[in-house]
C-alpha cells in the first residue's frame, strides 16, 4: 500500500506548495482539499477564487505575475463592461470568464460543487483530485472597523485596509464536510496531512470551521503538520501579518503554531525562524528548519519533499 497524503490549502501560497506536492506525488497520492469560504456570487456568476487558483496552478495555467487567473490573458470584457458603467472592481479576465460561466451553468443544473471541480479540474489537464471542503456554501466574513465585510469585498475592492477585528464564517454551522473529503481523511494509507503556508484566518480556519473537520485531524492516527505563512515575522504575500498585528497577535512562526495547536503535530518553519523552534516545541508541537520561501519550482518541490520528510520523521 503507498503512504497518501491530504494537503489543505486557499490561495496563492498554499498552491505553490501544492505544485511541489503534485511534482513529487503521484495523481493517486495526494488529494488536495481546498477552502471555499472566499467563493461569492459576482455578475450572476459563482465563482472560487482558491479552487481556481490552484487548478490553474498545478495544470501550469496560472497567471505568474498575478498568482490568480490565468497566463495570456486578455480583458476585452472588463473594458467592455467598464464602458457599459458595469461593475469593475473585481478583475474577470476572458479566458478566466469562461470557466465561471460553465462552472455556473453545472451548478444550476444541479450538480454539486464537487462533481464541478472534478469536471474542470479534469479538462483543464490537472491530474491530482481537488476538492472543495463542503458542497455547502460557507462565506467568510471580515470583522472591521467599518463593519462586517463580504471577504472580496475586504480582500480585492478594499485592498485588505480595514482594521480587521475578527472574522465569521456565515453558514459553516449548517455545512456538512462532502462525501470524498470525509473518505479522503478515512483512508488507511493516509500517512499525514499538511496545512500549505497559507492564511490561517481567512483560508485554513474556514475549512477547519466544517463541522467534523478539526475532530477528524485530531483523531487521525497520522500527523498533521503545517508550513509557516510568516517568515522573520512578515507574511510572504497577503495581509496576514497585518490581520496578526490588527489582531493583537504576534506576527511570529510560534503564533501561528499557537493557533493551529488543538490539531498540529508537526510545524515547519523558515531558517529565517530557526530561534522560534524551540518555542514551537515547547508547545508540544515537533518542528523542523527549511527553506519555506518558494521562489521557483525547485524551491516548491524541496518545500515538499522536506514537507514529507518530516512527516514521515514525526510519525
Ligand atoms: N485578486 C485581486 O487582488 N484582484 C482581482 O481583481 C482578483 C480577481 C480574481 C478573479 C478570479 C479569481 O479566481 C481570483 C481573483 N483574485 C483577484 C484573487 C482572489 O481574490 C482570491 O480570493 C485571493 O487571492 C485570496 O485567496
Not at 486557499?10 to 513529487?24: F, H, N, T
Not at 470583522?143 to 482594521?163: I, M, N, S
Request: aromatic fraction near 6%; hydrophobic fraction near 45%.
Amino acid at each position: 500500500m503507498t503512504d497518501r497524503y491530504v494537503a489543505i490549502t486557499g490561495g496563492i501560497g498554499g498552491a505553490k506548495l501544492a505544485l511541489g506536492l503534485s511534482k513529487v506525488l503521484a495523481a493517486d497520492d495526494v488529494t488536495f482539499i481546498v477552502n471555499t469560504g472566499d467563493d461569492f456570487e459576482h455578475l450572476g456568476l459563482t465563482i472560487c477564487p482558491d479552487i481556481d487558483t490552484l487548478c490553474y496552478t498545478l495544470s501550469g495555467l496560472a497567471n505568474p505575475e498575478l498568482g490568480w487567473g490565468r497566463a495570456d490573458e486578455s480583458w476585452h470584457f472588463m473594458a467592455a463592461l467598464d464602458a457599459l458603467g458595469g461593475e469593475t472592481w473585481f478583475n474577470l479576465g476572458d479566458r478566466d470568464l469562461a470557466l465561471h460561466v460553465e462552472r455556473t451553468r453545472r451548478l444550476k443544473s444541479g450538480e454539486s460543487l464537487t462533481a464541478v471541480t472534478a469536471h474542470i479540474a479534469q479538462a483543464l489537464g490537472v491530474e491530482h483530485r481537488v476538492l472543495p471542503m463542503s458542497n455547502d456554501r460557507i462565506s467568510t466574513v471580515v470583522l472591521t472597523g467599518d463593519g462586517p465585510l463580504a471577504f472580496q469585498h475586504y480582500f480585492v475592492r478594499d485592498k485588505c485596509a480595514p482594521e480587521v477585528t475578527g472574522f465569521r464564517f456565515d453558514g459553516a454551522d449548517r455545512a456538512a464536510l462532502s462525501a470524498e473529503v470525509v473518505q479522503a481523511l478515512h483512508d488507511d494509507a493516509l500517512a499525514g496531512v499538511i496545512i500549505c503556508p497559507s492564511n490561517p484566518y481567512v483560508s485554513v480556519d474556514p475549512v477547519l470551521a466544517v463541522p467534523g473537520m478539526r475532530d477528524r485531524l485530531r483523531a487521525l492516527t497520522c500527523p498533521v503538520i503545517a508550513i509557516s505563512p510568516i517568515v522573520g515575522g512578515a507574511a510572504i504575500k497577503g495581509p496576514t501579518a497585518k490581520m496578526m498585528a490588527e489582531l493583537g497577535v504576534p506576527s511570529t512562526a510560534e503564533a501561528v503554531a499557537k493557533h493551529y495547536r488543538d490539531v498540529l503535530d508537526g510545524f515547519v518553519v523558515d531558517r529565517a525562524d530557526a530561534a522560534l523552534a524551540a518555542a514551537v516545541e515547547a508547545l508540544g508541537i515537533a518542528s523542523v528548519t527549511t527553506q519555506t520561501v518558494m521562489l521557483t519550482l525547485a524551491d516548491r518541490i524541496d518545500l515538499a519533499r522536506d514537507s514529507l520528510e518530516f512527516l514521515h520523521r514525526i510519525k
